[in-house]
């Protein structure tokens, strides 16, 4: 059996994902944490992008509490050109040109899932290789207006099947896609 590569990404109803820190909080409650961490416990390895590792070092690391706790002691996987010496521990950097490859032989390890958390070039990047398993897409009842949308228009077609949704009191959707076979 091999391990599932989940995506989790914040959403506004027109498709904006930029920034969720700056929109996201006030419609999120115990609920959503739970369903949150029911997620991360899922898991137990972190896929990073680069400029959402960057952000996450700056901020997890000081943290303390259960999803803090996952996200510092998980290993973390991080696709850079650049990034050299990684500081917050536990992190391993992956070259893009080798990423299915990588990819491939961490889904063939004993273990539960593979989660990534924002990083949506690389969400994209792995739905165009058929790499991603499981997307989890949080829809806040927001219009946004403007901002980087999770799927770019003139995009590749994507077959995805609802498996799973829940509607949390906050009006946010939690929908689970799996790709198509």
Known sequence: MTR?????????????VEAPEKWHFPYHDDATQE????????????LLGRNTYDIFAGAWPERTGEMADWFNLSPKLVVSTTLRDP????TTVLAPER?????????????????VH?????????????????L??????????????LFPENGPRLPLRLAAA???????????????K
């Open 136 to 149: 989890v897409v949080m829809v806040h009842p927001l219009v946004l207006g403007s901002g980087r949308r």
């Open 99 to 115: 990423l299915i490859e990588e990819l491939n032989q961490q889904k063939a390890r004993p273990g539960r899932a593979i989660a």
């Open 4 to 16: 599932r590569l989940t995506a989790n990404v914040y959403v506004s109803l027109d498709g904006v």
């Open 87 to 90: 500081e917050w521990k536990n």
């Open 166 to 180: 829940t509607t949390f009191g906050s009006g946010i959707q939690s929908l689970t896609y799996i790709k198509e």
């Open 35 to 46: 369903a949150v961490l029911a997620g991360m416990r899922a898991a137990d390895t972190v």
């Open 118 to 134: 924002g990083s949506i070039s690389l969400v994209r990047a792995l739905l165009a290789h058929g790499l991603l398993d499981d």
